[in-house]
């Protein structure tokens, strides 16, 4: 689905002043979707390393932090070309790896020209084991639950969207509108922004079917 944040996402690739990025936020809000989206449309490919899912990884990250050697472990690891400004690099539940989360000083300084980006949970709980956290030399994103806005869009509600992004008034919306609004406005109190459910109740229109999920 459709988020905000896809944008800011889309500048950060783009800016050159960019530096690794850190996506925050709770589980099952979008992070590890978002990052693949960002470098399925904005990089002809991307690498993904999920410390959570494969631990080996970290080993990868036990002798030395120098990027150039890392790019290089990690391109044989997963045996797919990394290519610097081509390919995107993303480090998935990056907490639980620190190495790795100290990695992207290294990348900041001595390799700016490779595009990483990382998205991890509790990383408030991560920041002060090991060695210091990499202060000013990442860029920050937060995630959190689908907005009213980002709901309509979900829903087929992308023209009411635009409506009501667009009043500047307070002269009240035609009823026809009011009582449109007020159908999603509900069903956003119901199901929620968390995509997953938003995605099962868009897909079905059921409400049963989002309290299942």
């Not at 960019?18 to 399925?40: D, M, N, V």
């Not at 990027?67 to 400004?85: C, F, N």
């Amino acid at each position: 689905m459709k988020r905000d944040i896809f944008e800011y996402l889309r500048a950060w690739s783009r800016s050159p002043e960019r530096k690794p990025l850190i996506l925050r936020g709770a589980r099952q809000t979008g992070k590890s979707y978002a990052l693949q989206w960002l470098g399925e449309t904005c990089y002809e490919s991307f690498v993904l390393l999920n410390f959570e899912k494969d631990p080996l990884l970290a080993t990868l990250f036990q002798e030395t932090l120098d990027p150039k050697i890392l790019v290089t472990k990690i391109s044989a690891y997963t045996g797919k070309e990394i290519e610097a400004g081509r390919t995107l690099l993303i480090f998935d539940e990056i907490q639980e790896c620190n190495a790795a989360l100290n990695a992207l000083k290294y990348f900041c300084e001595e390799a700016p020209e490779y595009h990483v980006v990382a998205a991890g949970s509790l990383l408030g709980v991560k920041m002060s084991q090991g060695r210091s956290f990499p202060v000013g030399k990442v860029d920050f994103l937060d995630l959190f639950p689908m907005t009213f806005e980002e709901f309509l869009d979900a829903n087929n509600g992308a023209a009411l969207r635009a409506l009501l992004e667009g009043k500047r008034d307070l002269v009240p919306l035609a009823d026809a509108f009011h009582q449109k609004f007020l159908t999603h406005l509900t069903n956003y109190f119901i199901v929620g922004g968390m995509p997953e459910v938003v995605a099962g109740f868009a897909g079905a229109g059921s409400l049963a079917k989002a309290r299942h999920i």
